[in-house]
């Protein structure tokens, strides 16, 4: 999507800071939104199907090429000045901290003339709404501006997944970035983790309401926790004889497992797998009141078998649909971030009153809820038509 710099009151803002910071104007940009994922959790590393949609929180990068190998990275949510990083001999683990995330974009697109890029971000960082994704995908956007190269979104999407993966070291699936660069505002999108292939599902709300509630509760995921997860899933598909767990139709092909955790995990996402499906069937039928109850089920089975939950997702969750909500479930990664509610939108207030009520009897903080109306993927500005 290409829009006009005009009607953005962010990005007229943003061409002014980039001036303030470089002392020139940007020359392209882009705004990539984060992500929700309505339902298939840690199935996409197992070649399995995914139901995310994007949110109307993003990031948004400005960048202007540069001639001396330099890649010059600002944030305006990180105090201090831009970080310089030399693009020569650019290798993993030469970058650390946030600014990984641009340089492994620049390393797995192999730039090596330079750029200064202006980052600003209203995503949070660490709730497990595809922070990273949204802003590695920003950066390739621009950096593929800046080369006068025209790539397709999916091209995009597997660069900034090389570089999560193979730059920054988070074993994560293709499915963060190919639901930054191809959701549509509306709908969620179906993707098939084996195949690549995807497509819209309408998901339209009427009168309910998707509310992120994040607990405040962070964890990185490249602490260790979600690549044992993945070694734990590629362990058991191996004793299973097959390639990946998505060959695994029923449920109870786990019981095969002389390991109980490990065919807890396999459980999970065979199980998960067909929650998608389930979930897909109901939107396509016009009945998206009736996924409430499949989310509720998709937490339990994250919290039991895949064992990725935290104490304030589990209080979150039940205070929420004690409160008048469908379904809830934990989203993302796990061990920290945010939970999900489906619920009436004359709930709202009950709904939000009732998880902070339960976060305050624990003495933990208020949690921040979040408005989840499904939006479009990334945005390209025409800062030319200014």
Request: hydrophobic share 45%; glycine share 12%; aromatic share 4%.
């Amino acid at each position: 999507m290409l829009v006009s710099m005009a009607r953005d009151g962010r990005v007229r803002e943003g061409v002014r800071e980039f001036g303030r910071c470089f002392g020139r104007a940007p020359e392209v940009a882009w705004q990539a939104p984060g992500r929700v994922n309505l339902i298939g959790e840690h199935t996409d590393y197992n070649a399995g199907l995914v139901l995310p949609f994007a949110i109307g929180r993003s990031v948004l990068v400005m960048a202007a090429s540069r001639d001396d190998g330099m890649l010059e990275v600002r944030s305006l949510q990180v105090p201090g000045g831009p970080v310089r990083i030399r693009l020569e001999g650019l290798r993993p683990g030469t970058a650390t901290g946030w600014a990984a995330y641009p340089a492994g974009v620049a390393w797995a697109m192999d730039i090596c003339r330079g750029a200064s890029l202006l980052i600003d971000s209203d995503l949070p960082v660490g709730a497990g709404l595809s922070s990273s994704a949204a802003l590695e995908c920003a950066v390739a956007g621009c950096l593929a501006d800046l080369a006068g190269s025209k790539l397709p979104r999916r091209e995009i999407a597997k660069l900034a997944w090389r570089a999560e993966n193979e730059f920054v070291g988070m074993p994560c699936g293709i499915m963060d970035q190919s639901a930054v660069m191809l959701c549509r505002a509306g709908h969620a999108l179906l993707l098939d983790c084996r195949s690549g292939e995807s497509e819209a599902v309408p998901l339209p709300l009427g009168g309910l309401r998707l509310l992120i509630i994040d607990t405040g509760v962070r964890r990185e995921l490249t602490s260790g926790e979600y690549a044992a997860r993945r070694r734990e899933c590629e362990h058991a598909a191996a004793l299973l004889g097959v390639s990946s767990l998505r060959e695994i139709r029923n449920p109870a092909g786990a019981d095969a497992l002389d390991d109980p955790a490990l065919a807890r995990r396999v459980r999970h996402v065979v199980s998960e797998n067909g929650r998608v499906r389930r979930t897909v069937a109901l939107l396509r039928e016009g009945c998206p009141a009736d996924c409430g109850p499949v989310l509720t089920e998709s937490h339990r089975s994250l919290r039991d078998d895949f064992e990725v939950s935290w104490p304030a997702a589990d209080v979150a969750v039940d205070a929420a649909i004690e409160a008048g909500a469908l379904g809830a479930r934990m989203t993302g990664g796990g061990f920290g971030g945010c939970v999900l509610a489906f619920l009436p939108a004359a709930k709202t207030s009950a709904v939000t009153a009732a998880v902070r009520a339960a976060f305050a009897e624990q003495g933990w903080p208020d949690p921040v809820a979040i408005d989840a109306e499904p939006g479009p993927g990334a945005i390209r500005y025409e800062l030319a038509s200014s």
